[in-house]
């Protein structure tokens, strides 16, 4: 499978905890992309990397949240004492350059890791 | 601020009905991108298309088309002939230029009952 891959698929974790989730993106993609989403919601952008430059983080990501990806190639997202409100989804993207004229703009997501906290 | 409503939560059709999905956006950019977005139960968000805000060319791909007006700000889904297997979510989606955050709407279930 040459797909975005993530992992684990599921976590089930006590408040307070640490957590990570893995991505690895289609191997010749430079960009990837974290997102959040929360039932019945859209995703929403958390942050992205151009190959292993975190180049933005949105304003979600609370001082728990950090994001690697130190080779540019997998990247790592860890949340530090969890909250229940940290309970979502969160799904990797990765695409092939910019958005432009010559480029679809397609990203490519994972399944995602469903973060459960208790 | 870049904001996209999908004002229809849930949408129920009987198979071979056609079915349309509502998107409107907001947006200072002058150039722009919107997508559509599939998301089955499986989780997987699964591209569909991608309109730029200079093109306004309605397109047709086998069953699915895109109404993209821009005097209404709207950029439309269809799906003719509706099957079992277009049950998902559907997201419709904001883009600029450069870095590719994407702004999605809250989505549209569409459920198709045989």
Redesign the interface.
């Given at each position: 499978d040459t797909g975005v891959s993530q992992d684990p698929r599921h976590k089930i974790t006590k408040r307070g905890q640490n957590v990570t989730f893995r991505c690895d993106p289609i191997s010749e993609h430079n960009?990837l992309?974290w997102y959040r989403q929360t039932l019945?919601?859209?995703?929403?952008?958390l942050t992205?990397f151009?190959n292993e430059a975190q180049?933005?983080k949105s304003r979600l990501l609370s001082d728990r949240f950090s994001a690697e990806r130190p080779k540019g190639s997998f990247s790592t997202l860890e949340i530090q004492r969890t909250e229940q409100g940290d309970s979502a989804?969160y799904?990797c993207?990765s695409?092939l350059g910019?958005?432009?004229?010559s480029n679809?703009?397609?990203?490519?997501?994972?399944?995602?890791s469903r973060l459960t906290v208790l | 601020a870049q904001k996209v409503t999908q004002a229809q939560t849930e949408i129920s059709v009987v198979e071979k009905e056609d079915v349309t999905l509502d998107c409107v956006y907001e947006t200072r950019d002058t150039t722009y991108y919107l997508f559509w977005y599939k998301q089955p139960p499986s989780g997987e968000l699964v591209f569909l298309i991608r309109r730029n805000s200079f093109d306004e060319q309605n397109e047709i791909s086998g069953r699915y088309s895109w109404n993209f007006q821009k005097s209404t700000s709207s950029f439309n889904f269809t799906i003719t002939a509706s099957q079992v297997v277009d049950s998902a979510v559907y997201f419709c989606a904001l883009g600029n230029t450069g870095f590719q955050k994407l702004v999605f709407g809250t989505g549209t279930r569409l459920l198709v009952s045989p």
């Open positions: 960009r992309y019945g919601q859209g995703p929403e952008f992205y151009q180049l933005e989804m799904l993207a695409s910019s958005l432009g004229i679809t703009g397609e990203l490519f997501f994972g399944e995602g | -």
